[in-house]
């Protein structure tokens, strides 16, 4: 009942900036967190960043400073701002949110299908 459709990802070259989005849409009610994960290859995901519906942001201590979490609430959509990508950023990046569909309703976790950021040389 509810998809988080994520978009921006790619093949970038280390020191350049890149722009992920997220956009949720279906049966919501309210969204609480919006995050975004990251998966590289023969690693676990991990968090990388978060973000409260009150704009109360959290980061890996991988990326603060490189990386930006924000969030636009009337149109249910996360973004991720990368700069100064580095080879170690390479993964599946996901978007995770918690998400209410209906006021009745218990809270629920929703996840995007992911999109391959790769930064290579």
């Known amino acids: 009942q509810v998809q988080l459709v994520e978009s921006g990802g790619g093949l970038v070259q280390p020191g350049r900036s890149l722009r992920l989005s997220c956009a949720a849409s279906?049966?919501?009610?309210?969204?609480?967190?919006m995050g975004w994960y990251r998966q590289a290859p023969g690693k676990q995901r991990e968090l990388v960043a978060r973000i409260t519906s009150g704009g109360i942001t959290n980061y890996a201590d991988s990326v603060k400073g490189q990386f930006t979490i924000s969030r636009d609430n009337a149109k249910n959509t996360v973004y991720l701002q990368m700069n100064n990508l580095k080879p170690e950023d390479t993964a599946v990046y996901y978007c995770?949110?918690?998400?209410?569909?209906?006021?009745?309703?218990?809270?629920?976790?929703?996840w995007g299908q992911g999109t391959q950021v790769t930064v290579s040389s």
């Open positions: 995770y949110a918690d998400v209410r569909s209906t006021m009745r309703a218990a809270e629920r976790g929703y």
């Open positions: 279906g049966i919501i009610f309210s969204i609480n967190a």
